[in-house]
């Protein structure tokens, strides 16, 4: 299915002084939300849009921040214990009345395979907003150090390392840039890395971005493409390579380290692992990478 279907429209600003005066729904304690609908969005990844208390709420989760969702089984005879996993929505504050999770289902997941099973009118429980990152206003980013204190980060510019659906927090901060763009100058590079081009999440609208915008730059690497050298681009679009991400690539295409240069990245626990590693060994302050 086409993705545009199911994506939000860029968060602006003016949309986002709407939502000062709107009702927010999220509070720091789990609530229930109703599933409205339930659309397969490529071969194991669905987008879930469930309703908010009113057609005129709002989240109301921070740029950067994300949501834990919450699966207990209605079962009475059974104490069973319940599973949480956390999720960064790819709607933003601009849509209302709902908010929408792109999530990858694998077959032997502990809630996914849960949610694959939930039935339109059924519900789900959701606490936020949490995360230590929230990109605040046009190049600054507040971390969390502690319950209520946090440090200021200035970027002129962010680069970005995503791997499969860990794109979905990197889209978010992209996507509210991209939506401010008359205001917000900063620079970001991406480099997003996947198995092949089927398992590309979001890219029309990473691409849209891309063109649309020129502080942003996507790049994508694939991993399954082929068994030649790593560095070999694929035939055809000129931002697709193949291979893993590694020093060689985030020195060519991200930001090199500076005091107003961000690294940001997200996705598998192994995937984590390598970047921060080579991030590390580039030379990266530790100030200024930041894991999601």
């Not at 429980?125 to 995360?131: A, H, M, R």
């Not at 198995?195 to 991993?223: A, V």
Request: with cysteine; charged share 25%.
């Amino acid at each position: 299915m086409g993705a545009s279907a199911c994506l939000p429209t860029p968060q602006n600003v003016a949309a986002s002084s709407n939502a000062d005066e709107q009702k927010v729904s999220l509070d720091g304690e789990y609530k229930k939300y109703k599933l409205i609908k339930k659309t397969q969005y490529n071969h194991d990844c669905i987008v879930f849009r469930f309703a908010l208390e009113t057609s005129e709420t709002v989240l109301g989760l921070p740029v950067g921040n994300h949501v834990m969702v919450k699966y207990e089984e209605d079962d009475k005879e059974q104490s069973l214990p319940a599973i949480m996993r956390a999720y960064t929505p790819i709607s933003s504050d601009s849509d209302v009345g709902y908010f929408e999770l792109l999530i990858k289902i694998y077959s032997d997941g502990a809630l996914t395979s849960k949610l694959q099973q939930l039935q339109t009118d059924q519900y789900i429980d959701v606490k936020g907003p949490l995360g230590l990152i929230h990109y605040s206003q046009p190049g600054e980013l507040k971390v969390k150090t502690g319950a209520d204190r946090h440090r200021l980060l200035s970027a002129k510019k962010i680069g970005m390392l995503a791997g499969g659906s860990g794109i979905t927090p990197v889209f978010q901060i992209l996507n509210h840039i991209q939506g401010n763009k008359a205001s917000d100058g900063t620079q970001v590079s991406l480099i997003f890395s996947n198995k092949s081009e089927r398992d590309i999440l979001l890219r029309e609208e990473l691409e849209e971005m891309s063109k649309n915008n020129e502080n942003i730059k996507i790049y994508f690497t694939l991993t399954e493409a082929g068994k030649d050298d790593n560095e070999q681009d694929i035939k055809g679009p000129q931002n697709m390579m193949r291979g893993y991400i590694d020093q060689a690539k985030i020195e060519k295409y991200i930001y090199p380290p500076s005091d107003d240069v961000v690294v940001m990245f997200c996705g598998p626990i192994a995937f984590n692992k390598a970047m921060k590693k080579a991030l590390n060994v580039i030379g990266y302050p530790s100030t200024n990478v930041l894991k999601f």
